[in-house]
């Protein structure tokens, strides 16, 4: 597996990218959160966040404004985000938006156009609920209402979530909107953040970015608010944060190689911090494997790597990199000599 750089690619903290296979489209939710002089800033003091559109099928990458704060009327501040495509053509974006730094929403969007140069977002619904989206991070949807939210945090106030994730208490939630209210699905959790549907094989699978684990539960379609407590989880050699799919059912793993080097490049002690891209395979009759396939071990083309996104099918594909904090995300080219 080669991964070749072809350039960062300015938008302001790309911490998640989501690819729309059929209009050969990227999504990615943006939002500056440091100032310049590397403190983190609260949502009173981030500026608009917003989702921008990114034309896969055009060299270099093109990027296009969708959304922000000024177009829809009120705070945003994007996180997470899924992409719902049903058999009808029919595609629905979700976003956790922080709009205040105790208000978190999920923002639903229409998708509409089939093309980079038609591609629209229509604002459809806001999902409000302070009592089960305590400090959500990431969001996979079921289907066009329902979805799935990780809790990165159990604790509301800011001292006993610092504890929380200092000493890595297993007390973050997945929770399931089915539409019309919550349920809390798993619990005792440390630090749950990306999370995968795995429709063919009827798994859920979370990102436990403190354990630096994947946690991987049986899911019953027929009955997607039971909750989740027969789980196992795969190893994983770095801190994983958002999950992604290709087009040949892999999943990709934006990671954190050291989750101390993380804490420090967050809290602006230091410039950098080390990025780490983790495939999952799925070969017939064995169980699921590890591929580490690309590393920055300075953080200096990239730090602290917060998804993997792939398009295409075949040996050469292209490799989407976001981050959280940083000012751009990397454009790759994806070469696989051992593909088929």
Known sequence: MQVIVRGPVPVPGPEDIVVDHAAAVAFSASQQRKSATGKLLGPADMPSGAIFALDLASEPLAKRLL???????????????????GPDGQRRLMVISDRAATEHVVEMFDVVGTAYESVALQPVQTVA???????PND??????????????HGARQAFWQTLETGIGLPWSTVVFWDGS????????????????????????????????????????????????????????????????????????????????RLSIYTLGLTPTAPSLILRLNFDAGTEPHVEEVWHDATG?????????????KGPVRRLLIGQPFGNHLLDCELRDATFG
């Open 139 to 152: 969001l996979v949807a079921l289907d066009s209402n329902r979805f799935y939210v990780t809790n990165d």
């Open 181 to 260: 209210r919550f349920h809390t699905v798993a619990k005792d959790l440390e630090f749950a953040n990306g999370i995968a549907l795995d429709h063919t094989r009827k798994q859920l699978y979370v990102a436990a970015t403190r354990s630096k684990r994947l946690y991987r539960s049986p899911w019953d379609p027929a009955d997607p608010a039971k909750e989740l407590t027969d789980r196992d989880h795969i190893d994983l050699p770095g801190c994983p944060d958002n999950l992604e799919w290709d087009a040949d059912g892999k999943l990709w793993i934006g990671a954190d190689p050291s989750f101390l």
């Open 129 to 135: 609920d302070p009592q089960h989206l305590i400090s």
């Open 300 to 312: 200096e083309i990239i730090s602290a790597s917060s998804v993997a996104a792939v398009s295409g």
């Open 67 to 85: 959304i922000d704060q000024e177009s829809l009327g009120f705070p945003f501040h994007p996180r997470g985000c899924s992409l719902f495509s």
